[in-house]
């Protein structure tokens, strides 16, 4: 039976006990008291990765020990390093993950750990809850920004949501600097750069009523998550895709499905499907510990 901790930092750090793929009580969220979107942005580094060792110790039961902790983290990370963060600067460039493990054995955890990035943990939760540990699983995550998760988990950056999907000189929203990237359009916080005089959610709401401006945008904004999903298909081929994050409920899938069927035209590779999944904050905090069972990446 595997006992595992998985800690995500986001907006804050959300951890929780897992033992054998499933949650064991409630998750925690560090800090307690924050409801800033841009709570960590002013954090440095060594604090929050301090904050992701306190979250992770103090989730071992008294007197026990675990078999692997897994943190999760909004990045480019690779072998341990966080090589880049578009969404927490501070971290880019930091020794993620020997500083955490530093960090865990300084307060008496003495434990095998990984680090992975976010969307990557929320496949491997979404493999590991549905007893698809056997297949391969590709995750969209929408939310401030835009993520792309696979398992297994395979060597490469995959950043996926700085996809290219259109060749407009003016689509310049995307946090990371390039032109005309998915998360440009899709992110929350492109969104508000586009929109200076409307909150992303009221975009959504005046599109439904009708708004010229606002529907073209909703579409665009569907169209560009068909066009990066058939470009991973063209390259990795047909399989499952999954869609969730923090605002998802901005998906219809009727209207994803329509303009992938426009853009898949190869028989071969029309045997995919696709599936909305609820937001669910603890889909990566299961899969950054039973990821980091398999995977030591220090
Ligand atoms: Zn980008």
Aim: hydrophobic share 40%.
């Amino acid at each position: 039976m595997s006992k595992t901790v998985g800690a995500v930092l986001t907006t804050r750090v959300v951890a929780g006990f897992i033992e054998d793929h499933k949650l064991q009580g409630e998750l925690k969220e560090f800090p307690e008291n924050i409801d800033d979107t841009n709570g960590l942005i002013e954090v440095p580094a060594e604090s929050l990765c301090d904050m992701i060792c306190d979250a992770i110790a103090g989730l071992v039961p008294k007197g026990a020990t675990i078999d692997a902790a897994g943190v999760a983290l909004p990045g480019y990370v690779h072998q341990g390093v966080m090589l880049d963060a578009p969404n927490l600067p501070q971290l880019k460039g930091a020794q993620v993950c020997s500083s955490i493990d530093a960090g865990l054995k300084r307060r008496g955890v003495d434990v095998k750990m990984a680090v992975f990035n976010d969307a990557d943990t929320v496949a491997a939760g979404i493999a590991a809850t549905r007893g698809q540990m056997d297949r391969q699983v590709r995750v969209w995550t929408i939310g401030n920004g835009i993520g792309f998760g696979r398992y297994p988990w395979t060597e490469g950056p995959w950043e996926g949501g700085h996809t290219v999907v259109t060749l407009d000189p003016k689509e310049t929203f995307c946090v990371c600097g390039g032109r005309g990237h998915l998360e440009g359009i899709m992110g929350h916080r492109a969104m508000r750069l586009r929109f200076l005089d409307m909150e992303p959610d009221e975009v959504f709401a005046a599109a439904k009523k009708g708004d010229r401006r606002c529907a073209e945008f909703v579409e665009l904004w569907h169209r560009a998550l068909a066009a990066a999903t058939a470009s991973m298909i063209h390259l990795e081929g047909a399989g499952r895709f999954y869609y969730t994050g923090r605002d998802i409920q901005r998906l219809e899938l009727p209207r994803l499905k329509q303009y992938l069927w426009e853009t898949i035209k190869m028989s071969p590779l029309q045997n995919y499907t696709v599936e909305v999944l609820p937001e669910d904050p603890s889909l990566a905090v299961i899969g950054a510990g039973v990821a980091a069972l398999v995977e030591s990446k220090c």
